[in-house]
């Protein structure tokens, strides 16, 4: 038990998080047992660079267990201890902390804030390593796509779509598989937002081939569900509730922060079926 020890057993929890993030339910409790333990490590060790990492692997825990109001203050944390560094690299991981937290508060004018902020501070060149190291997926890719979301709320539908674009195309060059679900499941979800039933079906399906292939149960759950509205505004109503309660089996995001959201569509999918009953109870 040594610092030395310390030292390479932080770096492998600090490597370990992400994959985690990208392969399990972001609630597992794998995925907190590795923040915790590093960030105990962090503190055994003093000031450490992986202190960051850490707190943002913890941040993102939170936010999956809907911990929004504590997420937001570790985001607070986050930007306090990049503006401290004055550090182009934690700023961007700070402003991607907090845009995506404050969608989820329904304060669309802040989330385009930090959006804005941490879209302005990503370089390909420089930063499309740290899909590897904050939460399984490239933080311009998620930004990007929580800005569509976002300027769709704010009454901006072409802008929207066109972030949504962006989203996908920078995921297709990084040719990272996480970051690509990310942003297909982001893009599919304003499909659904603007009622494009066949974009989103398109999107959905490709979704979950990339999951199926890539053991990515968090963006599978997402993408049985997408499809399962899809399939329900197209009629076929036995068929697609039968693809949202097998997303809802399969877990991962459908325990996520994003529950509401899915819950909403099984409750319009029950509607549109004439099961008011399990509808009602959904909402």
Known sequence: DTPERARKELALQITLGPALFATKDWTAPDVEMAYTRAHVLCRELGESPDLFPALWGLFLFRIARGEIQTALNQGGQLLGLAQRAEDPALLLQAHHALGPTYTLVGDWASARTHLDQAIAHYDIREHRAHAFLYGGHDPCVCCLGFAAKSLWMLGYPE????????????????????????????VAILHQFRRDVSQTLELAE??????ADQ????????????????????????????????GFDTGGATRAHWRAYSLALLAEACGKGGNVTDGLASL
Request: glycine content about 14%; proline content about 2%.
């Open 159 to 186: 802008q929207a779509l066109q972030r949504g674009l962006e989203a996908l195309a920078l995921a297709r060059e990084l040719g990272h598989p996480a970051s690509l679900a990310h942003a297909q499941l982001s």
């Open 206 to 211: 490709a979704l979950q081939g990339l999951a």
């Open 215 to 246: 053991g990515l149960s968090f963006y599978l759950a997402g993408g049985l569900v997408l499809q399962g509205w899809a399939l329900v505004e197209r009629g076929r109503s036995t068929e697609g509730m039968a693809q949202i309660r097998q």
